[in-house]
């Protein structure tokens, strides 16, 4: 598997389940390119490294295969699933439409306790980029836009932009864009916060697929990414 696990690395820490802290270690492994695309994860591997029984291995397969992490293929095992560019040129257009969508909803439904929360996600983004903490900044973004991906009160589509945004290619090209590009992110997500305290549906929807169409050419351009 070409993936060694520290001693340290993966120490379990209850009450939280087994399942999650396994999950949560294997997603940043992912994230972090230390588990590349392609690469098989063996079970009886993961169960001698971590020190575990095969159930709560099992269980974190198949949770990280629904957030679109890995893949199974019938006889021929588990793999870290593989960044494509057709994924990226097809995900980020859906995603900047629904998105934008979810933003003009949200206006009216905003209310001032979610405005307060996007700014401190957004404050904590930004310590967090200036520590080069970009496990916990990538967390705050996330937190960020599901405020008010949640205030849009459409079901359907919080549902589709949770998955989308969720998902290992979206995750991974985040980690590594942000590292390069915080600062900008940053102003325009002030942006953003800013016309939804003006209540500017019409221009917040602009600027919501703006902001994601923007990134796709620089996604494109990263090492390693398949056809």
Request: glycine residues 4%; without cysteine.
């Amino acid at each position: 598997m070409n993936f060694e696990i520290a001693a340290d690395e993966f120490s379990p820490q209850y009450p939280v389940p087994l399942v999650e802290q396994i999950t949560e270690f294997l997603t940043r492994a992912i994230i972090e390119g230390r588990l590349e695309g392609g690469k098989r994860l063996v079970e009886n591997e993961l169960q001698r490294n971590f020190g575990v029984s095969r159930t709560p291995i099992r269980e974190s397969f198949r949770i990280l295969e629904k957030n679109g992490f890995i893949i199974t293929t019938p006889r021929k095992g588990t793999f870290v699933r593989r960044m494509t560019r057709k994924y990226i040129e097809e995900n980020f257009p859906i995603r900047a439409a629904l998105e934008g969508l979810a933003a003009r909803l949200a206006v009216e439904h905003l209310e001032n306790q979610e405005i307060e929360q996007m700014k401190t996600a957004l404050s904590r983004m930004a310590e967090a980029a200036a520590k080069n903490d970009f496990r916990s900044y990538l967390k705050h973004h996330f937190d960020y836009h599901m405020v008010y991906i949640h205030a849009s009160k459409n079901d359907s589509l919080i549902g589709i932009l949770e998955n989308m945004m969720r998902h290992a290619v979206w995750f991974r090209f985040a980690y590594l864009w942000h590292q390069e590009n915080f600062k900008n992110a940053i102003r325009v997500h002030q942006k953003i916060l800013n016309l939804f305290i003006k209540k500017d549906a019409n221009e917040l929807e602009t600027l919501v697929k703006s902001h994601i169409l923007n990134n796709l050419d620089r996604y494109l351009q990263f090492p390693g990414l398949e056809k």
